[in-house]
Nanobody, 120 residues
Framework: VQVVESGGGLVQPGGSLKLSCAAS????????MGWYRQAPGKQRELVAR???????KYVDAVEDRFTITRHNGKNMVYLQMDILKPEDTAVYYC???????????????WGQGTQVTVSS
């Protein structure tokens, strides 16, 4: 199973970016998908996650600014980031909770990370 992010970059404060993440390979089902981030000198934190059924959860710091969505048929998850702030600067990691076969345990797969820098 591979998880690959795209869409990071440099943006000015107040701007927007959209991250995309695709899961591929051999598996039975993908349960939750989501995004973590890690800023320099800080622990990795959950930004947002979404269930297969579309239930979402956000960290308070991004509530009302970020929107997570997913396309189950394409095994993709997206993070629309609006009104970006310098404190959103971090490496953003996508993850997917995968069942590789019926009755198999859920395993978490991670992407390699994509840098988001918010600066003027």
């Amino acid at each position: 199973v591979q998880v690959v992010e795209s869409g990071g970059g440099l943006v000015q404060p107040g701007g927007s970016l959209k991250l995309s993440c695709a899961a591929s390979g051999s598996f039975f089902n993908i349960k939750d998908m989501g995004w973590y981030r890690q800023a320099p000198g800080k622990q990795r934190e959950l930004v947002a996650r979404i269930t297969r059924g579309g239930i979402t959860k956000y960290v308070d710091a991004v509530e009302d600014r970020f929107t997570i969505t997913r396309h189950n048929g394409k095994n993709m998850v997206y993070l629309q980031m609006d009104i970006l702030k310098p404190e959103d600067t971090a490496v953003y990691y996508c993850y997917a909770d995968v069942e590789r076969a019926l009755w198999a345990p859920t395993e978490t797969y991670w992407g390699q990370g994509t840098q988001v820098t918010v600066s003027s």
